[in-house]
Nanobody, 117 residues
Framework: QVQIVESGGGSVQAGGPLRLSCAAS????????MGWYRQSPGQRELVATI??????RYSDSVKGRFTISRDNAKNTVWLQMNSLKPEDTAVYYC????????????WGQGTQVTVFT
């Protein structure tokens, strides 16, 4: 089992920065990719992911503004969000993926990000 704890959400004025943190504990040796998803009314979308080897992937809507990073030794992932827009408002969830043979996705409890004008 893997436990996920997120922190760092809050309210910020448009154009400002915010940094999210996600720490995994437990059977972390099973984890490959970690990432962030966000949920707004009606949809959950991928924001960014990073593999254990450091390969990153971003949604088009955040490219150039958000940066995902990872410390494998600390089992921690960060999402640096710059130039935030009101449409970035959502609940952000951290995900840790354990590929086969474990084949399981773990999720944090979610952290609210609100961007106001």
């Amino acid at each position: 089992q893997v436990q996920i704890v997120e922190s760092g959400g809050g309210s910020v004025q448009a154009g400002g920065p915010l940094r999210l943190s996600c720490a995994a504990s437990g059977s972390t040796f099973t984890i490959n990719a970690m990432g962030w998803y966000r949920q707004s009314p009606g949809q959950r979308e991928l924001v960014a992911t990073i593999s254990s080897g450091g390969a990153t992937r971003y949604s088009d809507s955040v490219k150039g503004r958000f940066t995902i990073s990872r410390d494998n030794a600390k089992n921690t992932v960060w999402l640096q969000m710059n130039s935030l827009k009101p449409e970035d408002t959502a609940v952000y969830y951290c995900n840790a993926n354990s590929p086969p043979p474990w084949g399981h996705d773990y999720w944090g409890q979610g952290t609210q990000v609100t961007v106001f004008t």
